[in-house]
C-alpha cells in the first residue's frame, strides 16, 4: 500500500557529489516528517537529515552538516538528498523513511524504503 523507492545511488570518488531521490506511492510527503538514514556494514543505522510536514523545521546530522541537504518537491511526492564533497565514511546503504507524525528520531518511522547503495572511493 504504501512504498517508498530510493534511487541515485552509485560509486563516486571522494569530493565529488551524488543526488538521491525517494519517491513515495500511497503515502503523502507535503503530510509527513520524512528522513534519511544510513547504515555501514557491521555498524549501526544513523540519522543523517529530515524534514517535518510543514517544513517549520529540518535537521542535519552534524556528520553531514554543511555537505548534504535534503529538500522535497510536493509536485512530485519526492524527497531528495543532495550529498557533496563526499568522504570515505559516507559510503554506506542510504534509507529513507516517512511517518505522519512529528517525531524525527531512528524508531519514529513507520514507513522504510528498500536503501541505495553509496560508495565512495579515494
Known amino acids: 500500500q504504501v512504498q517508498l523507492v530510493e534511487s541515485g545511488g552509485g560509486l563516486v570518488q571522494a569530493g565529488g557529489s551524488l543526488r538521491l531521490s525517494c519517491a513515495a506511492s500511497?503515502?503523502?510527503?507535503?503530510?509527513?516528517?520524512t528522513g534519511w538514514f544510513r547504515q555501514a556494514p557491521g555498524k549501526e543505522r544513523e540519522f543523517v537529515a529530515a524534514?517535518?510536514?510543514?517544513?517549520?523545521?529540518?535537521y542535519v546530522a552534524d556528520s553531514v552538516k554543511g555537505r548534504f541537504t535534503m529538500s522535497r518537491d510536493n509536485t512530485k511526492n519526492t524527497v531528495y538528498l543532495q550529498m557533496n564533497s563526499l568522504k570515505l565514511e559516507d559510503t554506506a546503504v542510504y534509507y529513507c523513511?516517512?511517518?505522519?507524525?512529528?517525531?524525527?528520531?531512528?524508531?519514529?518511522?513507520?514507513?522504510w524504503g528498500q536503501g541505495t547503495q553509496v560508495t565512495v572511493s579515494s
Open positions: 500511497g503515502w503523502t510527503f507535503s503530510s509527513s516528517t
Open positions: 523513511a516517512s511517518n505522519p507524525r512529528e517525531g524525527v528520531g531512528l524508531a519514529s518511522y513507520d514507513y
Open positions: 524534514i517535518r510536514w510543514n517544513g517549520i523545521a529540518t
